[in-house]
């Protein structure tokens, strides 16, 4: 990891956002903005016809190096429902990008009037080393980059906690369990917590799954997850990819569950309104019970329709709709 | 089969459409109010702008855990010449699914703003089941489930033979010729015949390609083409799945041919105003011949056409458009 | 090779274009017609909504035999920035077309509304071949038939060699260069050429990737690159398929530079003025260096957006928008 924050890519002198790359670097007053932004736009995410004229005219192309149709979706919402021309550019299936540098299929499509490009990208970094071949005007999102970033979803999860806690921060206390070493959206998740004044980050996981102790400075960090449960706000439960059991990271389903599952008894340990968050798609029976994912405590759908709102903003700030 | 008539799922009490699930258990006022409707739809449904506003707005996702682009298609002009947003959600060939369940797609693409789902399944009953996973406001057509039902193809073929021989099917003859034993479009079909009141519906196959008797209860069912063609006013080919021959369920696609294919001789027993339909893809030479298929008797092409309308129809009563 | 120049097919007797299949046999006029046409409509191109009345109401269906994601965007922006709707039809992935023929799989889409069908085929006259299936009102655009014809690579090439030399061909040098005998996109070039009264065209390639003298009449045809540079006013550099190497046709990709790649040293022994183009995708290292390809003289981006604007000026014609 240790990515070099990108802010001086993201960020114009002025303060507002070119591309949104990563959740490191953002100032607070960027993501609050987004944030307020978001929830404005929330009541209209989901349907209707009155924001068809934000982006009337405007392209944005969803240019995905790996393949993702759930991620892909929800841009494709948020796109269109603010009026702008989407178009899916699968590079993962296409015959296109044979010998092309992604730098050239983007500069083409570009040339072919998108304005914004949405980006999902295998190795760490890609997006941020893209931007170099875009013009001044057009931006990207980077919509996830190997085990780096995911910053939409970074900033769906912090819309979701604001709604279920209130916008200060700094007395909760937050969860994170399960594979975040290779995780983007713990990643991005720790670091939007931290700029939000979030001052108890709980990470947890088997030794396997956890990341260099340096990226997890100023973080109470564990492997037994009953004694991490106590005084808990919210949980975010991270999917456990099944190849992590191919690759002798994991003994065997069956005894993640056992170890860092969250069901209702463990749920039951947390504090009595504590919420639960997972970024999809689940493992039901591998992190997460059947009980907790569908039960009262459960926003997991709220997230995915949070995740509608907070890409529109991202998009009218980036495109000035 | 035996599948549980899903009037309870599909019909509300007041009797509108809550999902379309199966022509079974449809009632007939139900059946004709869509055909009315389609039939008004019928001159906007190729194009045009008239109809841009009914679902502005709303929005449309073809789910298909089988592919179909023929079907998908289908559903894409119907939904986006109502104005509504069409997503194409193919989890055939999508990493998404990977360890989720159904249920759990769903739920994530309605929390998304999804409307109305377009469901093909591989399974009979799927989409039935998957109803228990949407909201009380999201409304599921069942695109085609494994050999149970197809129930838009069902509509569209009664359009069109309403179109060629009236309202009243009472005095109709209809023969359906093929691999009945593994048809949706057959079962929708026969369905649909036995509610609007058709009381001479003939099935003739060979044997290892007709369901067991009980699905036929009140057909008249052979063997022998040549000897049931007189006196029919409507041919109903299937396709034949070149599987079947791989199966042993068919000697040969020649042999097929001699003995269900229908040619200008064959054609030329039944009514003189006769009239052919197809569900389509044709295998030209197979159950159908050329001069046939592109014969004046035929009405694939106009089957097609109806399905757009059809669609339309539907998607209006269950949105509410 | 020889195709029938299809003027019959694609020129109604009042002039009109009823289809786009080739450059052969297109009237000089009806070449500039459509170039002013593009020209015109160059501006809107990109983006913006000052055109979407134009092709509202209106169905455009990529329908391709052979995958390509970049030729299908550049149509897909065309029609939907005229307002069409567009469907993607892939038939090299799709489970549809199985068994049926491509003239049923064209007609099924027009009997849902297609007014005007953009085909890619792998087999060099196939795309004319399909017009027998169309309704009289129905419109073919060639997106590539083999190594036949790309019309519309064709237009954009002109269109950007007008701008950047203005609309008087006649003394104009255009050097060709790289796998002509395998190239669609030359043989549309050098049409389009001649048509605009082009009187000095040069193709230079290894014997291996020439085609027979016969299609060449009037060109000056070389081997060696070097020699053949002098007072060249635009270079049209080709893509070499890898695929090339396997069939023994190239001995390496570094030979190939060597002998046939455009780098800075041999740029500088044509005109000062001279352009570069490319249709993309480009190999760096291969047809062309970077220097040249990122250079001031490299009109490579420029043909991408004037490929959008070509295709828009197409369908306006064809669809009478």
Redesign the interface.
Known sequence: MNMPAPSDLQIRPDGTLRHLLSIEGLPRSTLERLLDAAQTLRPQ?????ALRQRL????VCNLFFE????TR??F??AA??LGA?V?G???S?????????PA??L???????V?CFVVRAREDGAVAALTAAAKPQTALINAGDGRHQHPTQGLLDMLTLRQARGEDFSNLSVLIVGDVRHSRVARSDIAALRTLGCRDIRVCGPASLLPDAGELQGCTVGHDLDAMLDGVDALMMLRLQ?ERMVEGLVPSLERYFADYGLDERRLARAKPEAVVLHP?????G?EIADAVADGAQSLI??Q??N??AVRMAVMLELLGG
Do not use: Q
């Open positions: 995410a989901l349907g209707g016809t009337a005219g405007r392209t393949p993702s149709t759930r979706s929800a494709h919402f269109s429902r021309d178009l550019f699968d590079v299936t296409s015959s296109t990008g044979k010998g092309e540098t050239d299929t500069r083409t499509l570009e040339a072919m009037g304005d099944r999809g798609p689940m493992n039901r591998v759908r709220e995915v329709s995740g509608v």
